[in-house]
């Protein structure tokens, strides 16, 4: 059994808690939560019953074998700094970081150290079948991907209660939320990632409202298109990859190939996002688990999230 404890009581620590409680209680043991903000705390206790609040970091690093850390960006490095000084393994939530250079340090101190970030694509049912269809020749030779994201209102309904910095240029904004993980999925299935020339409109003192951007993933050539307010819908988003037929991964969790008429057609064991997540978090634990005892794994390694905290960057820079 894994003994797993959880830092940060906000959105995705609960997903993380609920997931190891309700769909791999076989596998981890949730030794407890922490959080420095007691009535987040509170909150996690009354939404997952029988939950153990731990009384500080120190005590939720002792009483497990891998930290989950699921706070804010900019603190991620520091609470994983003294989780693997412990000897513990850690599984970060993404971004790795929103400091370029602490976050390059921290790459090049602990690439092959028992830590990884948690994109959960990497364990996606859905991303395994648009790259076996890439794998078979459905598209044959790759010659663009675009990513297409969009949301009526930043941050999301479920998101409001973090808005203090899910929608603060120093941590938030939909293209580290979001867009992190659609230049994720194009690093793992087509190759490095790299900006070419991007262009941001934000809002006063606050996040981006719209990004263009044109991108390059293993010598193939992208475009990348974002934007809040040009939709009715919560959140949408796309993932393509063309050549002389294209699939996609639309809406986190559909694989769809184009017929030669140019509709789409969606795979026969596609399932909405509501009905997957807990799927791939189970899927995301059982490599953990891998990760913790030092075994091979295929979560995102730190290598992989810098390169994508590097484009996320350079996007908002420009």
């Not at 940060?8 to 939560?33: P, S």
């Not at 002792?62 to 989950?68: I, K, L, P, W």
């Not at 996040?207 to 993933?217: H, P, S």
């Not at 688990?289 to 996007?315: D, M, S, W, Y």
Request: one cysteine or more; hydrophobic letters at 45%.
């Amino acid at each position: 059994m894994l003994k797993l404890a959880v830092i940060g009581a906000g959105i995705m620590g609960e997903r993380m808690l609920r997931a190891a409680r309700e769909h791999a209680a076989d596998l981890v043991e949730v030794t407890g939560v922490w959080d420095s903000a007691p009535e987040a705390l509170r909150r996690v206790e009354q939404a997952v019953p029988g939950l153990r609040s731990l009384g500080s970091f120190d005590e939720a690093v002792r009483a497990a074998d891998c930290v989950y850390i699921a706070t804010p960006p900019a603190s991620h490095l520091p609470y994983a700094e003294q989780a693997l000084a412990s000897g513990k393994a850690v599984f970060l939530e993404k971004p790795l970081a929103v400091d370029l250079p602490a976050a390059e340090a921290f790459t090049r101190r602990h690439m092959a150290g028992r830590v990884a970030v948690n994109f959960p694509f990497a364990s996606s049912l859905a991303v395994e079948r648009v790259a076996t269809w890439l794998r078979e020749g459905a598209v044959g030779a790759a010659g663009a991907f675009a990513i297409e994201v969009g949301f009526a209102a930043w941050p999301r309904a479920w998101q409001r209660a973090a808005a203090g910095w899910l929608d603060a240029p120093a941590e938030g904004g939909f293209t580290r939320e979001v867009v992190s993980h659609f230049l994720f999925l194009s690093r793992r299935l087509l190759g490095p990632v790299q900006v070419r020339r991007a262009q941001v409109e934000f809002t006063p003192g606050g996040t981006e409202r719209k990004i263009e951007a044109r991108l390059e993933a293993g010598g193939v050539s992208g475009r990348l298109h974002g934007a809040v307010g040009e939709t009715g819908r919560e959140d949408t988003n796309a993932w393509t990859v063309t050549g002389v037929g294209a699939v996609r991964l639309r809406d986190w969790s559909v694989a769809e190939r184009q017929r030669p008429d140019g509709s789409w057609v969606a795979d026969p064991d596609a399932m909405p996002n509501e009905k997957a997540r807990p799927l791939v978090l189970r899927r995301q634990l059982e490599q953990v688990a891998l990760l913790a005892r030092g075994e091979p794994h295929r979560l995102a390694r730190l290598e992989e999230a810098f390169e994508v905290q590097a484009a996320v960057e350079t996007i908002l820079r420009a």
